[in-house]
């Protein structure tokens, strides 16, 4: 089975989201409105998806895309990430670990031996990182980032999204928005370093 390209992963794991919401799959042009690109456009990807064999089409009528599971390990090629709230992206909020679901992201996108959680973002002091208000931020949980990373920390019970920095004294939370003054505390908590944005458009 031929490799997905990246553009081809995304799609891949939309419309696996997509089936898993609702239990059938999105129709061609929701698939070319969500990455807002042509309807020819999302018919070529899922074209060559289909000749690589991620897809399968029952017939001509829409809505009968379906992925392949030609042998018991193609299922495990899909890892559900649980969606554990909100991470403020600005000014810090109550950490609310409430399960919110999950997010489909296909194996290939993840690194095997790490163990990942999602967060949606509130806020926009990470926006010269290009992190946004409504994205789903994908965090590798580890205790412990390197200076300059970007990290999910806890701080005066609060989570929030920041690039983390150990000085002499303290911890400095930095914005990636001149609106934003860094935060400092002797007193963080890592949850995990920011490994990947995912938007819908």
Do not use: C, W
Not at 34 to 54: C, E, M, P, Q, W
Not at 83 to 99: D, K, R, T, Y
Not at 150 to 170: N, P
């Amino acid at each position: 089975m031929k490799e997905m390209t990246d553009r081809q992963k995304q799609l891949y794991n939309f419309i696996a989201s997509y089936i898993k919401k609702h239990s059938y799959p999105p129709t061609i042009r929701e698939i070319a409105e969500n990455y807002s690109i042509s309807v020819k456009g999302a018919h070529d990807h899922i074209t060559a998806l289909r000749k690589k064999g991620f897809l399968k089409q029952i017939d001509k009528r829409p809505r009968t895309m379906g992925l392949t599971h030609t042998n018991p390990a193609d299922s495990e090629d899909l890892m559900e990430i649980p969606i554990l709230g909100s991470v403020a992206a600005g000014v810090p909020i109550l950490a609310e670990e409430n399960f919110d679901g999950n997010i489909v992201l296909h194996r290939s996108m993840l690194k095997k031996s790490k163990k990942y959680f999602a967060l949606r973002v509130k806020g926009d002091s990470m926006s010269g990182a290009g992190i946004l208000e409504g994205d789903t931020a994908i965090i590798e949980k580890q205790s412990t980032v390197r200076n300059g990373e970007i990290a999910v920390a806890v701080m005066d019970e609060a989570v929030t999204l920041k690039r983390f920095y150990k000085e002499s004294s303290r911890i400095r939370l930095q914005a990636e928005n001149p609106a934003y003054k860094p935060m400092y505390s002797q007193d963080v908590k890592v949850l995990g370093r920011l490994f990947t944005i995912i938007r819908s458009y």
